[in-house]
T-cell receptor, first 115, second 114 residues
Framework: DQQVKQNSPSLSVQEGRISILNCDYT??????FLWYKKYPAEGPTFLIS?????DKNEDGRFTVFLNKSAKHLSLHIVPSQPGDSAVYFC??????????????FGKGTKLSVIP | GAGVSQSPRYKVAKRGQDVALRCDPI?????LFWYQQALGQGPEFLTY????????KSGLPSDRFFAERPEGSVSTLKIQRTQQEDSAVYLC????????????FGPGTRLTVT
């Protein structure tokens, strides 16, 4: 049972436009959400996070939105650049015990930014 | 400062061989995690250390998998009698604290069992 779902395996966007990557979760105990970027043959690199007490967090070109009632979060990249081409993973943690430190990941979305 | 490093980056093992994968976390990071990433999937939790104590090993797939962090810094993941289904990328991550904080990942070790 996938607790974190990224339903789009891939996304292509023109350079300069907005990229929107989506993520849904089912575990209502999750209260901390992260986005990681991964280039081939490298480990995931932390991008941005959001706590469940917020509905938006912004860092430069990257903004994460959280809709708790819909159990949905999204990552917006504006403007998109060719160097943003990578696989993006959504991850979540929360609750007590193991949930508080284990990260549960989605399967990732491959973003291609076309020059 | 230096990030998380892992060695070797690539390992090919014949089925039945034992392998040892090393992780050097970011200096001063209390928490260390191992994840396994199969092709086309997200990383999956294997085990968690806080300093030298292994607090959670619930994700280890079988008793052939063993992890240690004897001095609270470097960690080793050992896989005995490797099987083809063990082929994956093994990722190590560290964090200044354990809970609800970003984890910083190393480049991973790609293990191929033939």
């Amino acid at each position: 049972d996938q607790q974190v779902k990224q339903n789009s395996p891939s996304l292509s966007v023109q350079e300069g436009r907005i990229s929107i990557l989506n993520c849904d979760y089912t575990n209502s105990m999750f209260d901390y959400f992260l986005w990681y970027k991964k280039y081939p043959a490298e480990g995931p690199t932390f991008l941005i996070s959001i706590s469940s007490i917020k509905d938006k967090n912004e860092d430069g070109r990257f903004t994460v939105f959280l809709n708790k009632s819909a159990k949905h979060l999204s990552l917006h990249i504006v403007p998109s650049q060719p160097g943003d081409s990578a696989v993006y993973f959504c991850a979540a943690s929360g609750g007590s015990g193991a949930g508080s430190y284990q990260l549960t990941f989605g399967k990732g979305t491959k973003l291609s930014v076309i020059p | 400062g230096a990030g998380v490093s892992q060695s070797p980056r690539y390992k090919v093992a014949k089925r039945g061989q034992d392998v040892a994968l090393r992780c050097d976390p970011i200096s001063g990071h209390v928490s260390l995690f191992w994840y396994q990433q199969a092709l086309g999937q997200g990383p999956e939790f294997l085990t968690y250390f806080q300093n030298e104590a292994q607090l959670d090993k619930s994700g280890l797939p079988s008793d052939r998998f063993f992890a240690e962090r004897p001095e609270g810094s470097v960690s080793t993941l050992k896989i005995q009698r490797t099987q083809q289904e063990d082929s994956a990328v093994y990722l190590c991550a560290s964090s200044p604290t354990g809970t609800n904080y970003e984890q910083y990942f190393g480049p991973g070790t790609r293990l191929t069992v033939t």
